[in-house]
């Protein structure tokens, strides 16, 4: 036995712990120092990820400012300030599932599963690119790609690939699916200055992408891959050749049946780009200079109806002769809701200045203010529809009226007066009601009249002398066709598509009577209407302006107002240009093009006085100008003596209920007959006196009329 074994083997045994130990030493160095580089890589990370900032989101709110009508159909779009069309989708859910059903399949199958990045995704195209040698399918998921429009770079590198990752994990923690998705609508390029499915489909395909042909939806997934090598409007076949490939590869999944695919195929591509709707230039130019900080202006118009209106004004327009324009303005009489604003025939037309907004433009009104002459007159209850006034030569001071044919119809009833229009008993009554109060009023109710510089309120208003636009026009007949209450009109409503309004705190306004204004509907309803159009359909007065500058048609049924102006922008005189020739055949066009039945006028209001002429009160059977009340001799002039005009009168009752209210009159020939706001509430007894009942607080007009026709009028405060 070597004696040297035993030692030795010791020693070897201590050599080998010694390496050992070393190794151990040296792998825990070693993980030390990874864990160092890794704690320092994740630290480098974190910072370079700190650096990068907020995501920058505000790309995503430059977009295209877009008018939309009331139903959020797009009306008009305005580009960018660099020229691009970036139009918003606000809603995923208003794009064609079958085009979201593609867009997924082929970018992004696990986009509601991922959390921004899919290494599925990932990793089959980097096997892809090892395998093939070249890129099959993008590993980059929809998150991804909205990162990378948000933040656009040149160059295509592991380091951009790594940003986006990180900006895709930071979108998906601030956004929903639903939100991201949007934005990819919103910003994906479709070649040009197109961004956004929606530009691209309007451009492409005439139509907002809610229902789309499988063909043109593949299309659409296929030209954000490359937009400028795919553009339909200068490479065709390109497009045609990667939208073919779309629909191989959804076969191939599934979601697309072969026959289908087939049909697609072989349906052409675009190969011009179509203009963008300009609907409503002038509500929508209006719209963007009020609400400028807004991307998604909402109007109360109606799209269908406005193409329509325009149209129409576009047709007779050329019809009519150069430089003739139209404007035509429809409103909803429940609302006050504007549904159809044309401001000239044709925006682009400068012959016909067309981008002047006519509805906007102060004219000579003719005889359009006529019925609310009238419709004073009833309420102040010294006529009624069925009294007899006269239509003779009269002179008023030095003003002498004279008809439009330069004819006189002689003794006529109050409504035939109004329905031919005629001068004379027009301004007999504005006499009577008084210029002044009568400017009051229509403008109390939102009808500004103009007057010329230094003139005031004068008979000649009712025959024209006065400027009014058609948009003042059209909210004061809404007032009649609401039976005396006026809503201001609106046009502008909620930014936002499919929220609520936020409410209406529009006032009504008050233009007459209800009893005074049916009267007045009534009557209009009456109106001969145009050859070939029915009648008692639409209640309407035509008017044209002094030396034929101006045609107007106004009329109303129980749910829209329509108002028509024909003439030349720049006010010269059109020969021949008659508001019941020009004017009203396109009034009646327009009720018909709305695509609704006339609706029938609000039935009369409780108390209104339906009686012939043989059956009216005596004061009521003739009207008797203002000349005529002046008598002489033992007769004492009318005047009421109580209550006294403008005083205050406490008729409370208790329980809500109200007291009687005595009327004493001196003067005036008997029998007597008292009307309360037009309507009648009975005769004076022999005393001269008679308790009457107030229809309620507020303000009350009281009217005594004798059997001469001579009155007083007086109006108290009931509280």
Partial sequence: MDGRGEPGHDVGRGRDSAEVGGRWRFVKRAMLGAALIAILATIAFATWVHSLGPIPLEKASTVSTTVLDRNGKLLRAYAMADGRWRLPVTESSSIDPGYLNILLGYEDKRFYAHLGVDPWALGRAAFQLITRGEIISGGSTITMQVARLLEPRRERSIHAKIRQAVRALQLERQMSKEQILDL??????????????RAASIAY??????????????????????????RLDRYPGNARVARDRVLERMVGEGRVSAADAMQARAVGVPKLRKPMPI????????????????????????????????????????????????????????????IAHVGSADYFDDRRAGQVDMTRAVRSPGSTLKPFIYGLAFEDGFIHPDSLIDDRPARFGAYAPENFDMTFQGTVPVRKALQLSLNVPTIALLERVGASRFTSRLKQAGGSLVLPAGEAPGLAMGLGGVGVTLHDLVQLYTGVARLGSVKPLRELMQAQVGKDSGGDDRETLRLMEPVAAWQVGNVLLGTPPPENAAHNRIAFKTGTSYGYRDAWSVGFDGKTTIGI????????????????????????????????????????????????????????????????LIRTGSEQALHIQFPLNGSRIDASGGEGQFSSVPVKVAGGVMP????????????????RQRLVEPPGPGFVRLTVMDAMGAADTVVVRIQ
């Avoid at 499988?214 to 937009?227: G, T």
């Avoid at 269908?304 to 576009?314: C, N, T, Y």
């Fill in 184 to 197: 990819y609508l919103t910003l994906a390029p479709f070649g040009g200055n197109l961004e956004g499915v």
């Fill in 672 to 687: 007597m007959t008292v009307l309360i706001n037009g309507m009648v509430a009975g005769e004076l007894d022999s005393r």
């Fill in 279 to 338: 609907l409503a230039p002038h509500s929508a130019d209006q719209a963007t200079s009020l609400r400028k900080d807004m991307p998604i202006i909402r109007t109360s118009l109606d799209a269908g109806i406005q193409q329509s209106l325009e149209a129409l004004a576009r047709d007779r327009a050329i019809a009519l002769g150069n430089n003739v324009s139209i404007g035509i303005l429809a409103v909803d009489n429940d609302s006050g809701d504007i």
């Fill in 205 to 230: 395909f005439g139509k907002e992408p809610k229902r789309l042909s499988l063909a043109e939806a593949a299309l659409l997934v296929a030209l954000p891959q490359s937009p400028e090598r795919r």
């Fill in 565 to 628: 102006w024909v003439g030349r922008p720049d006010g010269a005189p059109v020969p021949g240009l008659v508001g019941r020739v020009a004017a009203a055949p396109i009034l009646f066009d327009a009720f018909a093009r709305t695509g609704k039945l006339p609706a029938p006028l609000p039935r009369a209001p409780k108390g209104t006085l339906m009686a012939s002429n043989a059956k009216l009160p005596l004061p009521l059977r003739r009207f008797r100008p203002a000349g005529d």
